[in-house]
Each structure stands twice: as structure tokens, then as C-alpha cells.
């Protein structure tokens, strides 16, 4: 049975004094003397490229499968305790056998990335230490025998977004199944160490571990909305470098198997402490030995709403496991939290069926996410004439694409739905395809799997005239459709893939044109509107309704034909599948 009920949030764009939505660094290694500006090379197997992934430069690095090394930016203009998302092209090529590793972060906070020939993104989001330390970037490989190349890096301040249900509020590592809550982190998350419950901590997240030494904590609230904990209990996993196995002889040490001359390990010096408040500190258990342990919470502690908790420890061990678990009074729905790194100047809309995601800055109108994950984006282009002579094959014809999004607001005289207005832009200009200013109405009912995209108008905002003979809602799928069958009518339009579908639907035969080109859905409406610089265009027509499916083939025409019945269009046989155009 679906729930009633909507989520909607709207984060401010300023916090802490950092202006959200922009880079705090970005840089193509294109300028600077005998190195890109602000950046450290590692000696002669660090080179500063005459190629890249754009412009004409990139940095290198060139390894023996035995040797690690890194480019180096120190002093990033990082703030303490804030969450960032890094990312970075890169291309490798691999020469022999080796660890054959690539490492990009900082030295807090860094992740292991696959080789790849062809120019790839890398993406990770990761939190920084509390102290303000230890926050270089290093661009490195680990035994690499071979070569890897870098370029076109950003560094932008995000807002982690989780799953809110009924006052209750998860992220992807938490999930409540029978009254029992837990939180078991995938330490290899892209997410790295940007959990909900997270207070502060100065752990070094090495890959899928977390790396205690030099005196590093982390401090976790554990907080399930208004339901209180009555029982909980920790549980992790203790590893050492070059420590023997409990009862076993291991490498290095006196009694070792290890080579000759190797030393132990330093002793292990951890704690554990507990706290109500984050205030007063209770030790409870300390950390002196590798291996599994579990610590309950002491009952001194329970029952709390709230309870924080303190791992910290210099004596160089590692956690690659980590579990919390607490039974919860009262009765908690059962859920699995949601993660999310945005622009903090976004908005989502939650039906339940649907999130709809709007961010404000450079990218789609709206990316559309169903259960938990990413089915695709819409994005919009508006079709413009100048002149003849210039444009697409000197036609005059340009597909102009917006290139950001510039504000939105929610509308709240929609009973039943959510709906926000939303204005996206294009700010370059070009023979053919100029400057523009466009505001879409996206409507989401509750606990549906469809919305409504209505154009509401187009502004000239370039130095010229030009003509709108067109726009169009791209539907681009999220990894691409494999294997696509496109069906197209005049009133109904779905792309299926072997995973799921995205569809679209029109309330009038003839207001909008559907097909499939080249892996995404394409839906175009004809205008013809001349707009002098500053002129806007109103448009008139009813909204295209966009659909979205988890099952590919057998869930399409029950599904379809149920939403066509909501807008009183009548049952259309399926045609066979379309080739892409």
C-alpha cells in the first residue's frame, strides 16, 4: 500500500561564509612557470603535459610498478569539518605488472580509482578533518607501471541529502528493519567518510578503511528521529600492518615467519567512549588488539534518544568494519536511508514514487531518481533561426542548449502535488545559438510515478534577433540504454531498456513530436515566435507528462495504460520497436 505524504526541501545558499554553487577550486594545468600554478611535482617522473583532456595542458606521472609517487597542492582553500566534492579526469596506460593503483584526495580522505585508456571522471565527496589538517590534494598512483595523466579538476562545497521519512532521517548506510536500527558504513562508498551521523572526526579514510594514528578520532551521533534507544551495541573489525594473527605466527616480530630484522608493530592504544550529551565522556572499552570485538552500550546510558559515541587511537591500526546497532521503543517504520551530495542551493522533490532533483549551477533541468536510484535527467534546448549562412550546415539552425540553472521557487497552490517553478539559462552566444533565459513549471502528484513539464516562456537575452522554431525535453538515461526499443506515438512515447524505462505522454494528439535518437528520448514541440533582445515568449500548451519505470518490458503497458486513463486518453495498441534515428 503506497503512503500519503510529501517531502520537500529548500537549502539556503549561503552558510558559514562560503557562496555555495561555485568552485572554491578549479583548474585545467593551464597556465603557471616550471609548474602549474600551486602545484608541487614529484621530481622528474611528475611532467607537465603539451596535451589534455580540454585546452593544451594536463599533468603526468610515470611509475615502475614499484615506486609510488604524487602531484601535490598544498594549502587548498579548504574550511574545517566542511563537505566537498572533488573531480578529476584522468587516462592510464599500463606497461607490466604492479599494484597498478590510482589514488586521488586529500591526504585525510583519499580513494582508489581504476585504470583506464580512454579520458574517465573521477568522483568523490569526502568530508574534512575537524582540525583543519592534513588537507593537501595529492593526484598519485600506488606501484603503477605505467603512466596516468590528470586534468580538469574542481573542488566544490556540497550539502549531503538524506532519505526523510515520517520525522525519521537516514543516510544510504543506515537502514531500521523490525524495530532494529543499524548503521554499517560501506567505507568504499564515492560518499567516503560523509555520514549523517558524523559530529566531527579527524580519521584518515585510506580507500576502505579507516586509519587510526597520530592521535585520530572520529565522534558519530546516533539520533532515530523521536524513537528512543533501549538496547545497542558496537561491533568492528581491528587490523595492524605487519601484526601477527591472534594464535598464529605472522610476518615480522620475534616468533614471525617474517623476514629477518623486522620490528613489531607499535602497541595498539585505542578507546572507546560513550556520551549522552558529546560533553562528558564515558571510556567504555579499550582498543588493544586486532581482530573482532563488540562493545554493548553500557545500560548507565540507555534509554536515550541520542547517543554519541567516540572511537579514537594513535597506535597505527586500521578499521575496515564497522557496525552500530540499537532496538528501537516504539514502533519506527522500516526503512533504507538515502544519500545524496548537492549543490546546498538545491531543491527535492519527494512523492515517494519519485525524487526530482534540482540543483542550481551548471547541469540538467532536473535528474529523476526512483527507489533509491538514478533513472535519468531531462534536459532542455531551445531550436533557434538568425540568418541563413550560419548555424548547422550554414542553415541558420542552431540546437541551443541551457547551460545552467539559475533560480527556482516552490509553488504552494497545488493541492495534492508539489510543483516548482524553475529558470534555466544559456549564457554564451554564438551565430545561431544565442543567449536565452527559459522557465519550465514541473508538477510532481503525490505517490505517482510520472510528473508534468510545462515550458512557460522564453527570453531573448543576447545583443540580436533571432526566431524560436522549436524546444525540446531530452530525456537522457543515466548510464545510457543498452539494447533500447523506442515506441513512439502520437500521443505516447517510451525508450525501454533492459533495466527499466523512461517514457513520455502529450494530453493532445499533436502537441509535441516523440522519438529516439542515439540513446535518449527526444521530445519536441514546433514554435514560431521572432524575439527582439529582451522580448519574451509565453507559452500556451499543455504540459508533456514524463514517466518512469524500474521494469523494462512487462511493467510498461499496465503502468502506461494506467496513467493514460488519469488524463482520459484511451488505450493505444503498441507499434512494433522503433530503430533509432
Not at 598512483?141 to 566544490?156: Q, R, S, Y
Not at 520525522?167 to 537502514?175: I, K, P, T
Not at 552566444?429 to 503525490?446: G, I, N, Q, V
Request: glycine share 12%.
Amino acid at each position: 500500500m503506497r503512503q500519503a505524504g510529501i517531502l520537500c526541501l529548500l537549502v539556503c545558499i549561503v552558510s558559514g561564509g562560503i557562496l555555495y554553487g561555485q568552485a572554491v577550486l578549479s583548474t585545467s594545468f593551464e597556465t603557471g612557470a616550471n609548474a602549474p600554478d600551486g602545484w608541487t611535482a614529484p621530481g622528474p617522473a611528475g611532467a607537465w603535459e603539451r596535451e589534455g583532456h580540454t585546452g593544451n595542458r594536463s599533468v603526468s606521472l610515470t611509475g615502475n610498478g614499484q615506486n609510488t609517487m604524487r602531484w601535490t597542492y598544498a594549502k587548498p582553500p579548504l574550511e574545517a569539518n566542511r563537505t566537498y566534492r572533488l573531480s578529476v579526469w584522468y587516462k592510464s596506460e599500463q606497461k607490466g605488472a604492479g599494484h597498478n593503483s590510482i589514488l586521488i584526495g586529500i591526504d585525510t580522505s583519499f580513494k582508489r580509482f581504476n585504470l583506464s585508456e580512454r579520458w574517465t571522471q573521477a568522483v568523490m565527496t569526502f568530508r574534512t578533518p575537524a582540525d583543519g589538517k592534513d588537507m593537501d590534494i595529492g593526484l598519485r598512483h600506488f606501484h603503477l607501471n605505467g603512466k596516468v595523466w590528470f586534468d580538469d579538476l574542481a573542488i566544490e562545497p556540497v550539502a549531503m541529502v538524506y532519505l526523510e521519512r515520517d520525522g525519521v532521517q537516514l543516510d544510504e548506510h543506515e537502514r531500521i528493519e523490525g524495530g532494529q536500527y543499524v548503521f554499517q558504513p560501506d567505507l568504499n562508498s564515492p560518499y567516503t567518510n560523509c555520514y549523517r551521523a558524523t559530529v566531527e572526526q579527524t580519521v584518515v579514510h585510506h580507500e576502505n578503511r579507516m586509519w587510526f594514528r597520530s592521535d585520530r578520532y572520529f565522534i558519530h551521533k546516533y539520533e532515530v528521529g523521536n524513537f528512543p534507544q533501549v538496547e545497542a551495541e558496537l561491533s568492528l573489525k581491528v587490523n595492524q600492518e605487519g601484526a601477527k594473527k591472534p594464535g598464529k605466527g605472522g610476518k615480522g616480530g620475534k616468533g614471525g615467519k617474517g623476514g629477518k630484522g623486522e620490528a613489531d608493530p607499535p602497541p595498539l592504544k585505542g578507546k572507546i567512549e560513550v556520551s549522552k550529551d558529546g560533553q562528558a565522556w564515558d571510556a567504555v572499552a579499550p582498543i588493544e588488539s586486532i581482530g573482532d570485538a563488540k562493545v554493548a552500550i553500557p545500560t548507565r546510558h540507555l534509554p536515550a534518544k541520542a547517543i554519541f559515541l567516540r572511537v579514537s587511537g594513535d597506535g597505527n591500526f586500521q578499521v575496515p568494519q564497522y557496525r552500530y546497532s540499537a532496538k528501537l521503543d516504539g514502533a519506527p517504520p522500516d526503512l533504507k536511508g538515502r544519500t545524496e551530495a548537492l549543490r546546498p542551493n538545491h531543491l527535492v522533490l519527494d512523492n515517494r514514487a519519485l525524487r526530482l532533483i534540482i540543483e542550481e549551477g551548471e547541469g540538467p533541468l532536473v535528474s529523476i531518481h526512483r527507489m533509491g536510484k538514478v533513472m535519468g535527467r531531462v534536459e532542455c534546448l531551445i531550436a533557434q533561426f538568425e540568418k541563413k549562412g550560419v548555424g548547422y550546415k550554414n542553415t541558420g539552425i542552431a540546437s541551443a542548449p541551457a547551460e545552467r540553472v539559475k533560480g527556482f521557487t516552490t509553488k504552494k497552490d497545488t493541492p495534492g502535488k508539489q510543483a516548482a517553478e524553475v529558470v534555466v539559462e544559456r549564457t554564451t552566444s554564438e551565430p545561431a545559438a544565442r543567449k536565452f533565459e527559459a522557465m519550465y513549471r514541473l508538477t510532481l502528484p503525490d505517490n505517482e510515478p510520472w510528473f508534468e513539464s510545462q515550458l512557460v516562456s522564453v527570453t531573448n537575452t543576447d545583443a540580436v534577433e533571432y526566431r524560436i522554431i522549436g524546444y525540446y525535453h531530452r530525456l537522457q538515461p543515466a548510464a545510457g540504454i543498452a539494447n533500447p526499443r523506442a515506441y513512439a506515438w502520437f500521443e505516447l512515447a517510451g525508450w525501454i531498456s533492459e533495466t527499466g524505462f523512461l517514457g513520455a505522454l502529450t494530453q493532445r494528439p499533436g502537441d509535441f513530436i516523440l522519438g529516439f535518437r542515439d540513446g535518449f528520448g527526444d521530445i519536441t514541440r514546433k514554435v514560431e515566435a521572432t524575439l527582439s533582445p529582451g522580448q519574451a515568449w509565453a507559452g500556451a500548451e499543455p504540459p508533456v507528462v514524463i514517466y518512469v519505470g524500474e521494469d523494462a518490458d512487462d511493467a510498461f503497458d499496465g503502468e502506461t495504460s494506467r496513467i493514460r486513463r488519469s488524463f482520459g486518453l484511451v488505450g493505444i495498441k503498441r507499434l512494433p520497436s522503433a530503430k533509432p534515428e
